[in-house]
C-alpha cells in the first residue's frame, strides 16, 4: 500500500498553504474525486499519481489565484474537475502527449455553436439553456463558451439541442451537419 508523501507532490504542495487539519480534508475530496472519475484505477494508482511532481503541479494549478485561495473555493475546483481536466495530468504522469483529438473536438463544437449564436434566436437558445445574464456565473453565453470550466460534453449536449431546435423549426433539415 503506498503512504501519502506528507512533503512533496500534492499533500506537501497543499500543507503549504493549509493547515494538517484542512490539507487532509483536501486530501480526501480530492481522492474521492479521482476514484469517481477513474472507477478502473486503484487506490495506489491514485496516491501514486498525487505523490509524485505531476500531483505538485496539479497542486500549484488548483492553488493558482492572484491571491491567497480559501478552502471552499479549492474544494469548488475539486468538485468541477471530470476527465477531460484531468486528460492531460495522467498523460503528463504517465509520459504520455495528451491525444489531439480532444482537442479538436472541443474547437470543433465551439466553432460551430459560436457560428450558430449569430442567428438572434440561437443565442437566445443557448442564454436560456446555460442560464446567462446579470448575477449569473456566466454573464454572457460567450463565457460560457470560452471558459476552460464548460466541458466537451456540455458543448456537445449544447451543440444536440442547437441541432434538435433546428431541425424541428425546419422540417427538411438537410441543409443542417450533424456531428
Not at 14 to 34: E, G, H, Y
Amino acid at each position: 500500500m503506498v503512504e501519502i508523501n506528507k512533503k512533496f507532490g500534492f499533500y506537501g504542495t497543499i500543507n503549504n498553504s493549509f493547515n494538517a487539519i484542512d490539507t487532509q480534508k483536501i486530501w480526501d475530496v480530492v481522492t474521492q474525486k479521482l476514484e469517481e472519475i477513474y472507477p478502473n484505477k486503484t487506490e495506489d494508482e491514485i496516491f501514486e499519481f498525487l505523490n509524485a511532481k505531476t500531483g505538485r503541479h496539479f497542486a500549484d494549478e488548483l492553488l493558482d489565484a492572484p491571491e491567497e485561495i480559501p478552502i471552499n473555493v479549492l474544494m469548488m475546483k475539486i468538485a468541477m474537475l471530470n476527465k477531460l481536466k484531468m486528460a492531460k495530468w495522467w498523460a503528463y504522469h504517465y509520459g504520455i502527449s495528451m491525444a489531439f483529438a480532444m482537442l479538436d473536438k472541443r474547437e470543433l463544437f465551439k466553432a460551430a455553436i459560436r457560428n450558430e449564436m449569430r442567428k438572434r434566436q440561437i443565442k437566445e437558445l443557448v442564454i436560456s439553456v446555460v442560464g446567462c445574464g446579470t448575477g449569473k456565473i456566466w454573464p454572457t453565453p460567450e463565457s460560457w463558451l470560452e471558459s476552460e470550466n464548460t466541458t466537451t460534453e456540455e458543448m456537445h449536449f449544447m451543440w444536440g439541442y442547437i441541432q434538435d431546435k433546428l431541425h424541428k423549426k425546419n422540417d427538411r433539415g438537410n441543409n443542417r451537419i450533424l456531428i
